[in-house]
């Protein structure tokens, strides 16, 4: 898979700008605020339908216009596609090969991409919502009705706790409840069974890429923390043990006002040699971690869709030393790859990588060098 051009039109700081690309790695450099994340946002977008950076799409609109237009030429298994989105009077129109999709499976896969910030050097580090972001994210790229799942279930999830907090006031209410557990029963057991069957995978190449980055001196294991599955054996059982777990804290939760079990209190255990990354790994050893969690996924998406990501980087190598700098640009040579930076004297040391650099300053395209 390969994005060979793009064209931005009243997309944030870009009047009108045409770009091509190389099929390795593409260096976008400039000063800050020129628009570098801005053009690797709209990447993302047509790639996944939404922004990573704002949860508005008018907010991507160029100052004093009413809509933005993003599109796309790709190279898929030697088959050329056209993919754009039209933003225009607050109504959003998707376009595959000048076709109108309204189904986003329908462009699902067309462009499949791995976001790679520098927030996501904290999945270890912070609490659980930021690993199940991490879960949700890397499983919507290659799973089409995964995001319509977890909207259901967090729609339904805040419905309960809704009334849940009514029943306090009238008890009668209560006799509802059964039906929305159903609902959550429902759409919970899906989440979870794509979560355990994620994380059994990215178990498998998580390990083996940290054990390539930390020289063999590190194991890393992960395990899928969740309240309503004691032992992932129980897998085939998930509907009924989740369903008679919401019936026995039922009166908890009414107490409470919220749902004591559930998908959307998961979490990620990581483990280094044994012991629990988040307490006891060294800064550096857990951005090594968030590392091999985050490139993993190239091999995972490249076993589900037969073919490999276009990967961005958005600012991450400025937060790494050169040793990690090294490690990740040789993976990097499998994919296309989009590296965001204010200085690319790096790409020097990596003449074997087809590479181009493309020069950034308020929304305009400078010049570019190919290697």
């Known amino acids: 898979m390969i994005l060979t051009r793009l064209h931005l039109v009243h997309y944030r700081n870009y ?34 339908g939404y922004s990573h950076k704002t949860g508005t799409l008018m907010d991507m609109v160029g100052f004093d216009e009413s809509g933005f237009f993003v599109q796309a030429d790709i190279v898929k298994e030697d088959t050329s596609h056209t993919l754009s989105i039209k933003m225009q009077d607050k109504k959003k129109t998707v376009l595959l090969n000048g076709k109108k999709e ?11 991409t791995i976001l790679f910030e520098p927030d996501d050097l904290k999945i270890v580090k912070e609490g659980p919502e930021k690993r199940r972001r991490f879960m949700n994210n890397e499983i919507s790229g290659f799973k089409p009705n995964y ?26 209410l209560a006799l509802t409840l059964d039906s929305w557990d159903e609902q959550l029963v429902k759409y919970g057991s899906m989440l979870m069974r794509y979560r355990i069957d994620y994380l059994r995978r990215l178990n498998v190449k998580a390990r083996e ?130 590296i965001t930076c204010t200085d690319p004297s790096f790409i020097e040391h990596y003449s074997e990588l087809p590479s181009k650099i493309l020069k950034i300053e308020d929304g305009r395209q400078l010049k570019q060098i190919e290697n």
């Open 15 to 48: 009047r009108d700008e045409t770009l091509e690309f190389s099929p390795g790695i593409n260096v976008i450099c400039g000063q800050n605020a020129q628009g570098k994340t801005n053009l690797v946002e709209s990447i993302h977008l047509l790639s996944r």
């Open 102 to 112: 309204t189904r986003r499976d329908a462009v699902l896969g067309v462009l499949t």
């Open 147 to 172: 995001p319509y799942i977890l909207k259901n279930y967090a729609k339904i999830h805040n419905q309960r706790n809704a009334l849940l907090k009514e029943i306090k006031y009238d008890s009668t």
């Open 209 to 338: 890429l940290h054990r390539e980055l930390s020289g063999g001196q590190e194991e890393l294991v992960l395990f899928y923390q969740n309240n309503v599955l004691e032992n992932p054996q129980e897998f085939s059982d998930l509907e009924r043990i989740f369903r008679e777990k919401l019936q026995a804290s039922r009166q908890e939760d009414i107490a409470r006002g919220s749902t004591t079990y559930g998908p959307h209190v998961d979490d990620i255990m990581i483990h280094l040699n044994g012991k629990d990354a988040k307490k006891y790994g060294s800064q550096g050893q857990q951005r090594t971690a968030a590392i091999s969690l985050k490139l993993s996924q190239i091999e995972i998406y490249r076993e589900s869709t037969g073919d490999y990501p276009v990967v961005l980087l958005d600012d991450i190598l400025s937060e790494l030393d050169d040793r990690r700098q090294r490690n990740i640009l040789s993976i990097l040579g499998k994919t296309q790859a989009f």
